[in-house]
């Protein structure tokens, strides 16, 4: 088969998985859970919520390392669930950015999930602002 036709069938699988997932943002400190604020930019019936996390400034400063917890409440099965992380300053210049797989990959509706990561540090300074984003597309037979 040609390599463009190949190409066009995995960009059309790929696009028919991804289809209905959700994005949920919280922004805000190194907060825990009821406190972060949660604006939702997808249908409610796909939620994954951050029920808590950290960082913690490692190797001397030059890396940060971002862990915590994900559940999902959507009523649904989730796979492949991302979760973007970006740190800033109080001047609102980018400090790390980082993203890793919520694992178990496969949630059932209720389900928890863990992520831990590590990210090189862009620059030195406290951490004012975390943006965590999560990505989904929902479960397929498993």
Excluded at 25 to 49: K, Q, T
Excluded at 59 to 82: D, K, Y
């Amino acid at each position: 088969m040609r390599p463009q036709i190949l190409l066009a069938i995995a960009l059309l699988l790929t696009a028919a998985l991804l289809a209905g997932c959700g994005s949920h943002v919280a922004s805000g400190g190194p907060l825990m859970g009821g406190e972060m604020d949660f604006a939702e930019r997808a249908p409610g019936s796909l939620a994954v919520d951050v029920l808590d996390y950290n960082w913690a400034y490692v190797n001397n400063g030059a890396h940060i390392r971002i862990m915590g917890r994900a559940l999902n409440s959507s009523g649904e099965p989730l796979q492949a669930v991302v979760l973007n992380a970006a740190l800033y300053d109080d001047r609102g210049r980018l400090l790390a950015q980082g993203s890793s797989y919520i694992t178990p990959t496969y949630l059932k509706p209720g389900a928890m999930g863990e992520f831990e990561f590590i990210t090189a540090a862009r620059r030195e300074g406290r951490v004012a602002r975390t943006r965590l984003e999560t990505n989904c597309r929902t479960g397929l037979a498993q």
